[in-house]
């Protein structure tokens, strides 16, 4: 059973970098055909993707996020991260992890709550 854990600080100042790390346990981030995503949800708004990267370590980002974004990983330690930058309030969310089949995303994170403010 692939296991996901989100981690990083749950209060972010306004202008400020976003650092999230997901962990993955029983799956390696290098298997073949898998995608590995960052997912977003804004309060009260639905899920919005944020990017991924590929088993091959080819990088995705959402149009609207991608030039603040930034998606690496370090095989070593079977993790990836998600550096978000000039964070505002509107970056507010719950923060996952998800891995891609090629079709569904089969496992889930529990998710990291993420505040901007001051």
């Known amino acids: 059973q692939v296991q996901l854990q989100e981690s990083g600080p749950g209060l972010v100042k306004p202008s400020q970098t976003l650092s999230l790390t997901c962990t993955v346990s029983?799956?390696?981030?290098?298997?073949?055909?898998?995608?590995w995503n960052w997912i977003r949800q804004p309060p009260g708004k639905g899920l919005q993707w944020v990017g991924a990267?590929?088993?091959?370590?080819?990088?995705y980002y959402s149009p609207s996020l991608k030039s603040r974004t930034s998606i690496s990983r370090d095989t070593s330690k079977n993790q990836l991260t998600l550096q978000l930058s000039s964070v505002t309030p509107e970056d507010t969310g719950v923060y996952y992890c998800?891995?891609?089949?090629?079709?569904?995303?089969?496992?889930w994170g529990q998710g990291t709550q993420v505040t901007v403010s001051s």
């Open positions: 998800a891995r891609l089949d090629g079709v569904l995303f089969d496992y």
């Open positions: 029983s799956g390696s981030i290098t298997t073949n055909y898998y995608d």
């Open positions: 990267i590929h088993y091959s370590g080819t990088t």
